[in-house]
């Protein structure tokens, strides 16, 4: 009931920048959270940044100062900008949506997206 399409990922060479975004939806009454998540090949999914309804973004350590994300409330997307991207081992970034279906019961959902697959060179 809840579609997200992620797009934006690439190819970048260390210290270039991408630009994240994903789009929800579907039969959405209302969203509470949107972020991003990572995964390296043999690693644990990771948080990269998240926003909450009401609250500040919140970012992983290891991207504060060169992430940014940002939402579009009235589209309900979420965007990711990396800027002096490191390099590293390819990742897939996810984005996870909280919040609440438009149905009679109003029923909680959380989705995610397929990913989008970012790789920076040295």
């Known amino acids: 009931q809840v579609q997200l399409i992620e797009s934006g990922g690439g190819l970048v060479q260390a210290g270039g920048s991408l630009r994240l975004s994903c789009a929800a939806s579907?039969?959405?009454?209302?969203?509470?959270?949107m972020g991003w998540y990572r995964q390296a090949p043999g690693k644990q999914r990771e948080l990269v940044a998240v926003?909450?309804?009401?609250?500040?973004?919140n970012d992983a350590d290891s991207v504060k100062g060169r992430f940014t994300i940002s939402r579009d409330n009235a589209k309900n997307t979420v965007n990711l900008l990396m800027n002096s991207l490191k390099s590293a081992a390819p990742a897939v970034y996810y984005c996870?949506?909280?919040?609440?279906?438009?149905?009679?019961?109003?029923?909680?959902?959380?989705?995610w997206g397929q990913g989008t697959q970012v790789t920076v060179s040295s």
């Open positions: 996870p949506v909280r919040g609440i279906l438009r149905t009679y019961s109003r029923r909680s959902f959380d989705s």
């Open positions: 579907g039969s959405i009454f209302s969203i509470n959270a």
């Open positions: 926003i909450t309804n009401g609250d500040s973004p």
